[in-house]
């Protein structure tokens, strides 16, 4: 059974980075099973799909958040990570990481204040 | 993007009675389609993927149909458990997107 864990600060200042790791168990990193996924979903609404990372290396990002999203893979820690760049406000959210469709963590809430 | 639009926004049932959730996608999707549920304060929980394959440990009263642009999500007698909200998603274009949510509530 595949489990998921988010961690990272839970307050961002705005127009700084925010980062989070997601550490896998149960499952490998660097096996072809899964895409690696992060998703957001703001206080009391709907949920954005952020990107994901293949075990090749290989991403895919959403176009809205493009330009500020890096997702990037350590196989020695068996992790995967998210940056965004240049937070505002609008990219609070609860954060998680899932594997394929069926795995996710149970999320992180991200707040961009100062 | 593709959009996805589910339909009721919300719905109110009773114990034991049969629902139905509608997404449809603005452009064809084949069976990449998926649903989810989410209860307060819990991470989605996959229910169905492909459209109609049911996820490993998940209840056979619910069961996914559709192709292309319509699909639709059915249990057949909803459980005090059920009441949750529910959301589709498409992952056959990029960006990958999601409905906007149905919540069920008990009437």
């Known amino acids: 059974q595949v489990q998921l864990q988010e961690s990272g600060p839970g307050l961002v200042k705005p127009s700084e980075t925010l980062s989070l790791t997601c550490t896998v168990s149960?499952?490998?990193?660097?096996?072809?099973?899964?895409?690696w996924s992060w998703i957001r979903q703001p206080p009391g609404k709907g949920l954005e799909w952020i990107g994901y990372i293949y075990y090749s290396g290989s991403t895919n990002y959403n176009p809205s958040l493009k330009s500020r999203v890096t997702i990037s893979v350590d196989t020695s820690k068996n992790q995967f990570s998210l940056k965004l760049s240049s937070v505002t406000a609008a990219d609070t959210a609860v954060y998680y990481c899932?594997?394929?469709?069926?795995?996710w963590g149970q999320g992180t809430l991200v707040t961009v204040s100062s | 993007d593709i959009q996805m639009t589910q339909s009721p926004s919300s719905l109110s049932a009773s114990v034991g009675d049969r629902v139905t959730i509608t997404c449809r996608a603005s452009?064809?999707?084949?069976?990449?389609l998926a649903w989810f549920q989410q209860k307060p304060g819990k991470a989605p929980k996959s229910l169905i993927y492909?459209?109609?394959s049911l996820q490993s440990g998940v209840p056979s009263k619910f069961s996914g149909s559709g192709s292309g642009t319509d699909f639709t999500l059915t249990i057949s007698s909803l459980q005090p458990e059920d009441f949750a909200t529910y959301y589709c998603q498409q992952y056959n274009s990029y960006p990958w997107t999601f409905g906007q949510g149905t919540k069920v509530e008990i009437k």
């Open positions: 149960g499952g490998s990193v660097s096996s072809g099973s899964y895409y």
């Open positions: 899932a594997g394929g469709l069926g795995y």
């Open positions: 492909a459209a109609s």
């Open positions: 452009q064809g999707i084949s069976n990449y």
